[in-house]
């Protein structure tokens, strides 16, 4: 676990360095003094869990994904101990959220089901897809304003749960393969964005019916989504390396590339601030843009290679999840 402040660097003097020791591992952390400035924080977990994507949840643990082991997994921050709960036969899942209910929902490509998980008992309920909707490639899902779940299979559909209910509905993505992240909007709609399909797909998610929206730049591989406090849709632009704003209002879109030689936008969220996250594979880094100034912050991450495929977030808290590097990051502001 290592933690870094950004910002102006102070004089040798006022550094700290401290070593410390948690569940048994022993633990290099850098504490520099101005406080404030954002901080930025690894947390390891079990080797080989390749965590994929992460859930900051109400009690202040954190739930990740070890897509590797077939399990969810569970930090908590203030020990950085970690816990994994066993998914079943031939999991491999792949994003998580936390419901309206508390509880982390994950979406699982290996056993081709919706799991959730008790926050309590850590007891699991599989809702498999629907028979002849086998490999559909599970990836990411997002709670609509009514609480139904909504969910994506890279292999060309993408669906709903009604928990409730238990029901689930899969539906054919309009241009085949490639539905990836999703995300609601305030108003109410959902969007997902189509990798392989390199478009933005509306659903209207009282008739699961969805409405394409290309960007400009074409074969952009859209990956990730995420909204805004107004509406506007925010989308990682894969191939070419820009983050991309859908304005569903007048229609338009903006794009910007990322700073650096070859950027590669891998997931995007916002904050409660209305400033845009980014992971960049090629700069190995987290960055802030403002859109308001249309600049970017770069944050370097600490350990190569660190792959940081999902971003979400708290009130003042930003996490990743460190693919490459069995680790789990967090940016946290005063």
């Known amino acids: 676990m290592g933690r870094k402040r950004f910002g102006p660097k102070p004089p040798l003097s006022r550094l700290a360095f401290v070593g410390l020791v948690i569940s048994g591992i022993a633990v ?4 520099w003094s101005f406080a404030e400035e954002p901080s930025l924080r690894e947390y390891r ?8 994507d992460v859930a900051p949840a109400p009690d202040g643990t954190v739930w990740y994904t070890a897509q590797n082991a077939g399990a969810l997994g569970r930090l908590d921050p203030a020990t950085g101990g970690t ?22 929902w994950v979406t699982d490509s290996g056993r081709n089901a919706i799991i959730r998980v008790d926050p309590s008992t850590e007891k699991i309920s599989v809702h498999p897809l629907p028979k002849g909707r086998g490999d559909a490639n599970l990836n990411t899902a997002a709670f609509d304003g009514r609480g139904v779940l909504w969910f994506t299979g890279q292999n060309g559909v993408y669906g709903r749960l009604d928990p409730p209910a238990g029901r689930i509905d899969v539906f054919d993505a309009p241009r085949g393969r490639g539905p990836y992240g999703i995300a609601a909007a305030p108003d109410g709609n959902v969007y997902y964005a189509s990798l392989a399909g390199n478009h933005v797909a509306r659903i209207d998610t009282a008739t699961g019916a969805v409405t394409v929206i290309d960007p400009p730049t074409s074969r952009q591989g859209a990956r990730r989504v995420w909204s805004d ?11 070419t390396g820009k983050i991309g704003a859908y304005d569903p209002g007048p229609g338009k879109w903006r794009e910007w590339r990322l700073p650096g030689d070859s950027p590669q936008a891998y997931a995007v969220y916002v904050d409660e601030t209305d400033r845009i996250w980014v992971s960049d594979f090629g700069a190995n880094a987290l960055l802030r843009f403002d859109p308001d100034r249309e600049t970017f912050q770069t944050y370097p991450l600490p350990s190569k290679g660190a792959r940081v495929r999902q971003l979400l977030g708290r009130k003042g808290e930003v996490w990743g999840a460190e693919s490459g590097t069995d680790k789990l990051v967090v940016i946290r502001f005063p």
Do not use: F, Q, T
Request: no cysteine; proline share 16%.
């Open 28 to 31: 290099a952390a850098v504490a």
């Open 45 to 52: 977990v079990p080797a080989g869990s390749h965590p994929h």
């Open 83 to 104: 816990r994994h709960i066993p998914l079943g036969p031939g999991s491999s899942p792949h994003g998580v959220v936390v419901g309206p209910d508390g509880a982390p």
């Open 229 to 239: 406090s107004k509406g506007r849709i925010w989308v990682s632009e894969w191939n």
